[in-house]
């Protein structure tokens, strides 16, 4: 038996925000944000909306994708640093009730940017251990709600968007499915990117400073820190499976900038063709950004059965992570 992704779904909100609307109300150019990520614009949640409606019509075209009903998952597995509520209930069973999933457990994961990719860990794990035949794993992130859209550090790089993908059980001798993952964190970097407030060592209080409610993060440390692990994790699964680069169809890494990505593919000596960037469009979108790509290269028809997938995460924690996957 083999943990299969069976369908994959995206939802991104219409708002649009370009680099050069952007530039109006903060001090910075579309060309330093174009030549230092790669991004161009971004999409923004609409006002009264949270992380749980758009992992709902993400969900909704996975599963119709996957031929999968909601009464026939058994779980939901759900990625957010953008929780509906501050922190419960989660938003998977937000998630699992508007669905109408009445069969399935329901909890939220907490692995910042790499949280699609625990998440399909986890469900891949569980279906290999019998129990378990449909998980709907989504990312979903409103990061637009937690960015302080005065700090050009931060407030040019995040999108909001969600994703989601059916894992299910395949008993056919076409080992089509997730065949290797890895999952790794150094914490010892957990400083570089976080949101101070809102837990139990920093509780929101009246009055204060608004900055310590919003993503604050060390851009140079965590630069340095993606190019070193995306070069750790192309090799070791490689090695794991036993396979050659050449053997791998598409790279699908986490989108958070195209130097992240061009400083590991020269690292490597890949070519940059090999991976597959949409950052441009979306910005980076967190857990979201993996299964918003994957579904958009289905849609450019660029993924077949049988293609051999290496898809990548870093992000807050620190944490990483990757799969190999046949299509
Ligand atoms: N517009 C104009 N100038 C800017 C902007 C901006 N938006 N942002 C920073 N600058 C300035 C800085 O103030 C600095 O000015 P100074 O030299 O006068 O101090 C200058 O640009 C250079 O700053 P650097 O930090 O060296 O710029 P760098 O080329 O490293 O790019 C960036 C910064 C894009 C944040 C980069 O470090 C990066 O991508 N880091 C990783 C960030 C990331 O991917 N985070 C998320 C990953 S995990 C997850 O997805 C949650």
Redesign the pocket.
Known sequence: MIAEIRGIGSFVPEKIITNEE?AQT????DG??RE??GIEKRRIIAPGEAASDMAIRAARMALERAQVGPEELDLIITAT?TPDYSNFPATACLIQHELGAEHSGAFDLAA??TGFIYGLSVARGMILAGDYRNILVVGTEALSRITNWQD???????GDGAGAAVVSANNNQDNRGILQTMLRSEGAGGEH?MRRAGGSRMPFTPGMDPAETF?S?N??R??GF?VRVCTILINSLLRKANLHLRDIKHIVP?Q??E??IQAAAERLSISLDKFYLNIAEYA?T?SA?IPIALREMEEKDLLHKGDLILTL????G?TYGGLLIRW
Request: charged share 10%; with cysteine.
């Open positions: 952007l903060v001090d910075t150019t330093w944000i230092h990520t640093a910042g940017c050009r550090n931060t407030c040019v790089l995040f990117l993503i993060m851009g140079r965590v630069y993606a986490h958070a900038n130097r992240i980076n967190s950004s995460a870093f992000g807050a620190l």
